[in-house]
């Protein structure tokens, strides 16, 4: 089983609907979960960065982790074809560890 | 210029040549890295500086040498490629290699083998 996965799309949907992007993972030792972007082109820039269990919302951008479930997502509202991106699940233990990535999931937001 | 640069953007190189990558990160952290990015993978971390002392190489061959000379530069020596190898290759800072310490990357050197 690998420690991250997380589906590579593509995941195509019209302007202004909600998205939802999900990863789940098998460490039960993560606690820290982070969300990259990464337009075409680019590097990842931080989107959201959350510790444990819970909600953090900043604009259009909610991430949610269920530890209990070992599942993460992230929510875009009102979603712009400036979403339009690659987005990157990760996390770790917050420890001497390394950062572990998910594939990507590739989203288009349509006009 | 802020954040972390990376140059080339692109480069095409043979399998004999040699190059240079180059990166250079202005946001005062301690650690930067060296990642592999290929599709439909996730990224390979290849090379961990902590205050440009090399604390990780994740088994990556010979043919990638990379240099720390201080904490704001890192550099990726390159030679005798295989094809496989082409892919693009982010370099990343963060304040400390603890896990909880996000990464901030460049936006990468394009590599084409030929």
């Known amino acids: 089983q690998k420690e991250v996965e997380q589906d590579p799309g593509p995941l195509s949907v019209p302007e202004g609907a909600i998205v939802s992007l999900n990863c789940t993972y098998s460490n039960s030792a993560f606690q820290y979960f982070m969300w990259y972007r990464q337009y075409s082109r680019k590097g990842p820039e931080l989107l959201m960065y959350t510790y444990s269990s819970g909600n953090k919302e900043d604009g259009r951008f909610t991430a949610q982790v269920d530890k209990s479930s070992k599942y993460i997502s992230l929510f875009i509202r009102d979603s712009q074809p400036s979403d339009s991106a690659t987005y990157l699940c990760a996390m770790s233990e917050g420890r001497d560890d390394k950062i572990i990535f998910g594939k990507g999931t590739r989203l288009h937001i349509l006009p | 210029e802020t954040g972390v640069t990376q140059t080339p953007r692109h480069l095409v190189m043979g399998m004999t040549n040699k190059k240079s990558l180059k990166c250079e990160q202005h946001l005062g952290h301690n650690a930067m890295y060296w990642y592999k990015q290929s599709a439909k993978k996730p990224l390979e971390l290849m090379f961990v500086?902590?205050?440009?002392?090399?604390?990780e190489n994740n088994s990556v061959p010979s043919r990638f040498s990379p240099e720390c000379p201080n904490s704001s530069h890192l550099f990726l020596h390159l030679h005798t490629l295989q094809p496989e190898d082409s892919a693009l290759y982010l370099c990343?800072?963060?304040?400390?290699?603890?896990?909880?310490?996000?990464?901030?990357f460049g936006n990468g050197t394009r590599l084409t083998v030929t």
């Open positions: 990343a800072s963060s304040q400390t290699t603890r896990g909880n310490s996000p990464l901030h």
């Open positions: 500086y902590n205050f440009k002392e090399q604390t």
